[in-house]
């Protein structure tokens, strides 16, 4: 903050404000700030949601229309952030960073964004920064990347000041290839501009987004027209409404030159006013740049010039040949949640619920049993990556460059997965690309793609996120604890360099094919925007044309559950002046819906109690998280907790007040003003989410993959007001068990010395 903002207000006050004001000053100084400050004449009061507008209108005049402002108030001012000749620079150091990074800034006044013209140049801008991100990701796939990731953009910083930014995460203290890299695509962006090809398609993909958010125009979350309402407030933002933003868009795009586009470059020559922040970790035997070495550094990187960009783009279609489409064995309807399922010729089953939540949003979730519980231990790792390691090879004859290339201007995703007991696929799509994005789906399923080059950018680019991991106070905290409760298994290893060797890409390769060979036992979920018709052609040609063997087989438990009885694991490590806590709960637990519902109604309103009690009334942290989940497969076991942060002095203080409000709710039951709270919260969040396709993709996912009805999911209201209080200290006494339970803390370090 000094140095973004230097010379100014912001430098000075931090957000949060000075902690010795906070405890220090009387209580009149607060109400006098509150008065001078939260006067009628600054204040703008934004509703919006099914409301009767005149009613609303008329209760906000009879509550705010009684404040006054105050006479002789001070005058609000801008602060502002001024202009400096030279390019300031700060090198900064923590022993528990993990990587180092910089960022160079270039400081400007705020572009006007009141006209037409303002709102044209902003969309040539968003082309812009487009086509350079999408190099600087190239760059990041190289087989021997120069660095991590890299972006470059234009952000506002203040009121009335923004900048060029261009951000680089190296490659462990490899400083100088990363800035190498950065600054030498920035330069040939500049140079050479960008090509035909790059700017087609990033106008694609602008005016889909657009066009997406116009086609839910009637549909669009409250929450969106707020935050729009607040920065029209704050910093007069103008509200043109998206059927006017996309009209202008349409218009823009059309005429939008390359030449006007590569013109945006030249603001990366400006050298007043710049920052340049450099941070990394303390560590033996990493160089931490000095100020002479960075500027040095950036000056030469500034000089790079790299051979003109070659634009390759792969003219194929995503299927070289359409499959030969199977059929519809058997159809049948639920009309209790509307939704069709139907029996392919392969043995796949589709659940289909067609919705108007959203006009241009169609969700798939899918799941096949087995997962890579059922590979050896020592080919585990290679499993679980092996999703990862494909995605980052592409599909079919694609890369995954050119993969995205060939997907510019659609909206579409399709993400395969292998976890411990299921592998699957899940996706999004909008109904105009619906026959694109089963293409990817039967691409993705059937032609797998290895690319070494591919999984050896991946392996650099892990292992300098890993290699200063045990600087990390939360992931040595998380480590100590995964050690303490699952001591050598090896499937609870933490990622680390030794392990990071003994990942083989065609290991991965093997598994993956070996995991998606048979769909006799898959079953695919869509909910969303859905033509029935349609969708029968496509389920025909696309998931019935999926390969079948008809295998029997499902995950199997490998005796990796947490160890049980009463464990203490304490850490000290960092600096930060705070305790980290989290008292863990774990054990065998029956399994049915009815349970998992009363485990939630214990969570919550623990989590009111003791938010009531270790916030409030001990006034210990700023927030406490009551955590809780009930699992059927492999076996059924709850796992519950809570955790929070605290002052070092306060975390045992802290731990009993927590465990007292769970004894209180196990022995004397529950407090019927937070039963009916809990209930009322359960109530507007399931009403809500009736209309959320998301909802009922995960919910019929869900009874399917556990063999429950459908009829379930509305049944809700009834199981949430159909129990015996009672029922909820039996719940606490359960998934509360004090015989199992680990108490673990993390402590700064100089605490224990």
């Known amino acids: 903050l000094l140095y973004i903002f230097y010379k100014s207000r912001y430098a000075e006050r931090k957000p949060i404000g000075s902690m010795v004001v906070v405890r220090n000053a009387p209580r009149e100084r607060f109400e006098d700030f509150y008065k001078q400050w939260y006067r009628p004449e600054l204040m703008g009061v934004i509703v919006v949601g099914d409301i009767d507008g005149k009613d609303v209108e008329q209760r906000i005049i009879d509550i705010f229309g009684k404040m006054e402002n105050l006479e002789d108030a001070p005058e609000r001012t801008s602060s502002e952030v001024p202009d400096h000749e030279e390019t300031l620079y700060s090198i900064d150091t923590d022993p528990e960073l993990t990587i180092a990074s910089f960022r160079l800034l270039a400081k400007r006044p705020i572009a006007p964004d009141k006209s037409a013209r303002d709102y044209r140049q902003m969309i040539i801008e968003r082309l812009y920064f487009g086509m350079l991100n999408r190099r600087l990701d190239e760059r990041a796939r190289e087989p021997n990347p120069p660095f991590i990731q890299a972006s470059a953009g234009k952000s506002r910083i203040a009121r009335e000041k ?42 694609s993909d602008v005016l889909r987004s657009l066009e997406s958010a116009f086609e839910e125009i009637d549909k669009t979350d409250s929450d969106t027209y707020a935050n729009e309402y607040t920065r029209a407030f704050t910093v007069d933002e103008p509200i043109p409404g998206i059927e006017m933003e996309l009209r202008m868009t349409e218009s823009f795009l059309a005429n939008i030159s390359i030449e006007e586009v590569n013109a945006i470059g030249d603001g990366f020559a400006q050298r007043e006013s710049r920052v340049a922040l450099f941070s990394g ?99 585990y790792l290679s499993a679980a990556m092996s999703t990862m390691i494909l995605g980052e090879s592409g599909a079919g004859v694609f890369g995954s460059i050119q993969l995205e290339k060939r997907l510019a201007g659609k909206s579409i995703s399709v993400s395969p997965y292998i976890n411990s007991l299921y592998e699957g696929l899940s996706g999004a799509t909008s109904p105009k690309d619906l026959e694109s994005f089963f293409k990817l789906l039967h691409l993705q399923a059937t032609q797998p793609r290895l690319d070494k080059a591919a999984f050896s950018s991946l392996e650099s680019r892990l292992q300098a996120m890993i290699v200063n991991r045990e600087q990390s106070p939360q992931s040595v905290f998380q480590d100590a604890i995964e050690k303490e409760l699952y001591g050598d298994h090896p499937r609870h290893r933490p990622l680390d360099l030794e392990l990071l060797e003994d990942i083989d890409s065609d290991l991965a390769l093997a598994i993956y094919r070996s995991r998606f060979q048979d769909f006799s036992d898959f079953t695919f ?132 007040a927590g465990v007292r409000e769970i004894m209180d709710l196990q022995e004397r039951g529950v407090r019927v003003k937070n039963l009916e709270k809990v209930q009322e919260i359960h109530m507007r969040g399931y009403e809500r989410s009736l209309k959320e396709n998301s909802f009922w993709l995960r919910n019929l996912a869900s009874a399917a993959r556990e063999g429950r009805p459908f009829k379930e999911i509305i049944e809700f209201p009834e199981q949430a007001t159909g129990f015996d209080p009672y029922e909820i200290q039996e719940a606490a006494k359960t998934y509360f068990n004090f015989e199992n339970v680990l108490v673990a803390k993390l402590n700064p370090k100089q605490n224990e010395e």
């Open 162 to 203: 923004e900048a060029f930014q261009q951000t680089v995460i190296f490659l462990e203290d490899r400083y100088q290839e990363g800035l190498d890299a950065l600054m030498g695509e920035t330069n040939r962006a500049v140079r050479d501009g960008f090509t035909e090809g790059e700017l087609e398609r990033v106008k």
């Open 281 to 379: 970790p303390e560590k033996a035997g990493w160089a931490i740049p000095e100020e002479p070495d960075l500027i040095a550094s950036i000056e030469q990187a500034g000089k790079i010039e790299l051979e003109p960009y070659d634009d390759r783009f792969l003219d194929a279609p995503l299927l070289a040949e359409i499959p030969i489409a199977g059929s519809i064995l058997s159809e049948s309807y639920d009309e209790s949640v509307d939704t069709h399922s139907w029996k392919l010729s392969n043995g796949v089953r589709v659940i289909v619920k067609p919705t108007d939540f959203q006009n241009d949003e169609i969700l798939m979730e899918s799941f096949s049993p087995g997962g890579h519980s059922l590979v050896m231990d020592d080919e």
């Open 525 to 656: 979920v869509f909910v969303g925007a859905i033509n029935l018709e349609q969708f029968k052609d496509y389920s025909k040609t696309y998931l019935a044309s999926l390969p079948s063997t008809n295998r029997k087989e499902k995950g199997i438990h490998l005796g990796d559950d947490p160890a049980t009885g009463k464990r203490n694991v304490t850490v000290a490590f960092g600096l930060e002046d705070k305790t980290s806590v989290r008292i863990m709960f774990n054990g065998e637990a029956e399994w049915s819906s009815e349970n998992r519902y009363m485990m939630s109604v214990v969570r919550d309103l623990l989590n009111i109690r003791m938010r009531e009690s270790l916030r409030e009334e001990n006034g210990g942290t700023y927030g406490v998280g009551v955590y809780g989940s009930l699992s059927r497969e492999p076996t059924g076991r709850y796992s519950t907790g809570f955790a929070f942060s605290c002052d070092p002095a306060n975390a045992d203080m802290l731990i009993n």
